[in-house]
T-cell receptor, first 114, second 110 residues
Framework: NAGVMQNPRHLVRRRGQEARLRCSPM?????VYWYRQLPEEGLKFMVY????????ESGMPKERFSAEFPKEGPSILRIQQVVRGDSAAYFC????????????FGQGTRLTVV | TQLLEQSPQFLSIQEGENLTVYCNSS?????LQWYRQEPGEGPVLLVT?????EVKKLKRLTFQFGDARKDSSLHITAAQPGDTGLYLC??????????FGTGTRLQVTL
């Protein structure tokens, strides 16, 4: 059973470009979470999604950031018009459709904005 | 905003020493989890504590959840180089959202 798959592992974007980060949850998991981690810091919650629904986006910046988890395919975190401050590691986690017990994390996408 | 403060922030010890990491908050959590993260990887769950006062052991690691479910500690006995990593506590509240602590970076040297 493959774990949470994130791609790309590393992404370099110039200021003003768009960044698309993809996350395929573990098989059978319908809940997806996105977290951001700055160097030497803990993870900060961004958004919680279920298939075709955003459940909690209280951690998402109001502008330029969006997330989706379509019926088919991976979850996508999209950052438009990236700025240097968006440089961070972005982690996706998934959990099964039941009472929450554990979030399984992917290896992350390291975004560098130059 | 709920905050989880971890202390110490950095810890460098020699193999065989004991250590304790603390995780403190002013908020009550339904459960608390501890993760370890290695460079270039995502966090991996070590344990979940649910009941106030609960103590769980995982080999040389002992985890305790405070009576009021606001704080927790991780104690490592006879640390080994393989214990090196970033230790993160995370509080679980409604809707499955994890609130992560500030992290403790542990380095164990020979």
């Amino acid at each position: 059973n493959a774990g949470v798959m994130q791609n790309p592992r590393h992404l370099v974007r110039r200021r003003g470009q768009e960044a698309r980060l993809r996350c395929s949850p573990m098989k059978g998991h319908s809940h997806v979470y996105w977290y951001r981690q700055l160097p030497e810091e803990g993870l900060k919650f961004m958004v919680y999604l279920q298939k075709e629904n955003i459940i909690d986006e209280s951690g998402m910046p109001k502008e330029r950031f969006s997330a989706e988890f379509p019926k088919e395919g991976p979850s996508i975190l999209r950052i438009q018009q990236v700025v240097r401050g968006d440089s961070a590691a972005y982690f996706c986690a998934s959990s099964p459709p039941s009472v929450f017990t554990e979030a399984f994390f992917g290896q992350g996408t390291r975004l560098t904005v130059v | 905003t709920q905050l989880l403060e971890q202390s110490p922030q950095f810890l460098s010890i020699q193999e065989g020493e004991n250590l304790t990491v603390y995780c403190n908050s002013s908020s009550v959590f339904s459960s608390l989890q501890w993760y370890r993260q290695e460079p270039g990887e995502g966090p991996v769950l070590l344990v979940t504590v649910v009941t106030g006062g609960e103590v769980k052991k995982l080999k040389r690691l002992t985890f305790q959840f405070g009576d009021a479910r606001k704080d927790s500690s991780l104690h490592i006995t006879a640390a080994q180089p393989g214990d090196t990593g970033l230790y993160l506590c995370a509080g679980v509240q409604a809707a499955s959202k994890l609130t992560f602590g500030t992290g403790t970076r542990l380095q164990v040297t020979l």
